[in-house]
């Protein structure tokens, strides 16, 4: 039971003083306490979303450095140094591997020495078919030329610069192939 002790005024009214639990009840209610007590809890939960954070920061940290490590590794393995080449690259290496023979080769040629240069992906469950694909896709694009010789059925595929204006192979390229007679 809290007592109220009667102050008089001078107009004849009565003040009142409040009882300490009356005054602790009274400081709970004023906003401005609440307000400093919700600042300070919400200063401590950000200091602890701060730790957080910083241990989050350390742990991809680490990840981050593991990944390079793998990659680093990934680079120096013999799976990785192979060449994986796109459509538009595989028409270079098929012009090229012409280009070094000197003289038209056919399809099965371009396979032998492809497969020798070990180019081929690994995932590829039919290279014949895979490498047979990409001979037409550089006919079709014009950067290998394919044609049949007389008396063979065989097509043999040649540079576009090594054929003249009527179609036929050019004299200097027959020389190196006696059975490239048109």
């Not at 000197?102 to 032998?112: A, D, K």
């Not at 006919?139 to 063979?152: L, P």
Request: proline residues 3%; neutral net charge.
């Amino acid at each position: 039971m809290s007592f109220r002790t009667g102050i008089f005024s001078a107009s004849g009214g009565s003040l009142y003083s409040y009882t300490k639990a009356e005054t602790c009840v009274m400081k709970q209610e004023n906003p401005a306490n609440n307000l400093r007590e919700r600042l300070a809890a919400k200063k401590s939960q950000q200091a602890q979303f701060q730790k957080v954070i910083s241990q989050y920061n350390y742990a991809l940290m680490v990840l981050d450095k593991e990944i390079n490590k793998l990659t680093q590794e990934l680079s120096c393995s013999d799976k990785s140094k192979r060449k994986w080449y796109y459509s538009n690259d595989w028409d270079i290496v098929i012009a090229d591997i012409i280009a070094t023979a000197g003289c038209p080769l056919t399809r099965e040629e371009i396979e032998e020495t492809l497969m020798a240069s070990n180019l081929i992906p690994d995932n590829i469950t039919n290279p014949k078919q895979y490498m047979y694909q990409k001979i037409l896709h550089a006919q079709k694009r014009d950067v290998i030329f394919g044609y049949h010789t007389a008396g063979s059925r065989r097509l043999y595929y040649s540079l576009p610069s090594w054929i003249d204006e009527f179609g036929n192979i050019r004299e200097e390229m027959t020389a190196d192939n006696s059975q490239l007679v048109n």
